[in-house]
């Protein structure tokens, strides 16, 4: 199924630009590195000093 999917959107969504492989390329790279990175995203965003809408505290855990 996912493979069909990628030729399809290779094959019909933004034919003829060129520019259809380079975004499916863009859109599995940066899905694989938000995965491989998620902690490090997680972290980043719980060291931003938001306060808990519940309690006020700025201390967060993932």
Same mark, same amino acid.
């Not at 030729?7 to 499916?24: K, M, N, S």
């Not at 899905?31 to 306060?51: E, P, W």
């Given at each position: $199924? %996912? /493979?069909?999917?990628?030729?399809?959107?290779?094959?019909?969504?933004?034919?003829?630009? +060129?520019?259809?492989? %380079? !975004?499916?390329?863009? $859109?599995?790279? +940066?899905? /694989?590195? !938000?995965? /491989?990175? @998620? #902690? @490090?995203?997680?972290?980043? !965003?719980?060291?931003?000093?938001? &306060? *808990? %809408?519940? *309690? +006020? &505290?700025? #201390?967060?855990?993932?």
């Amino acid at each position: $199924m %996912p /493979v069909g999917g990628f030729w399809a959107w290779v094959a019909y969504l933004l034919a003829g630009t +060129g520019l259809a492989l %380079p !975004i499916v390329i863009a $859109m599995i790279g +940066g899905g /694989v590195g !938000i995965l /491989v990175l @998620k #902690d @490090k995203i997680v972290q980043f !965003i719980v060291n931003r000093g938001y &306060k *808990c %809408p519940e *309690c +006020g &505290k700025v #201390d967060w855990e993932a």
